[in-house]
């Protein structure tokens, strides 16, 4: 059974930082591409940050600068947030595309950012 499992959300003043953390575990087939979207109410989920497996980064024009994706280990990718600002208050998502172009999901981590 895959899993992708996200961790590291929570409240936030404006201008701190947070390090959001997806681990992947079962057969998913190899990984193509790892991603961060975020969704927030009555809004369509968009991309955050991707990075391929061939270490190809893309990230939103709203994040970028601010944020940067990793992988510190074949299965576990994670997201520094820096600068933070109520903008970026939603759920964060944790995506993983196999080498079949399959997409898994993980089941999200709110993160809250006060003014």
């Known amino acids: 059974q895959v899993q992708l499992v996200e961790s590291g959300g929570g409240l936030v003043q404006a201008g701190g930082s947070l390090r959001l953390s997806c681990a992947a575990s079962g057969n998913f087939g190899g990984i193509r591409s790892m991603a961060w979207y975020r969704q927030t109410p009555g809004n369509q989920r968009e991309l955050v940050a991707l990075l391929t497996s061939g270490g190809l980064t893309n990230y939103a024009g709203s994040v970028k600068g601010r944020c940067t994706v990793s992988r510190d280990s074949p299965n576990t990718m994670y997201l520094q947030m820096n600068s933070l600002n109520p903008e970026d208050t939603a759920v964060y998502y944790c995506?993983?595309?196999?080498?079949?172009?399959?997409?898994?999901w993980g089941q999200g981590t709110q993160v809250t950012v006060s003014s």
């Open positions: 995506n993983l595309i196999n080498w079949r172009d399959f997409a898994y």
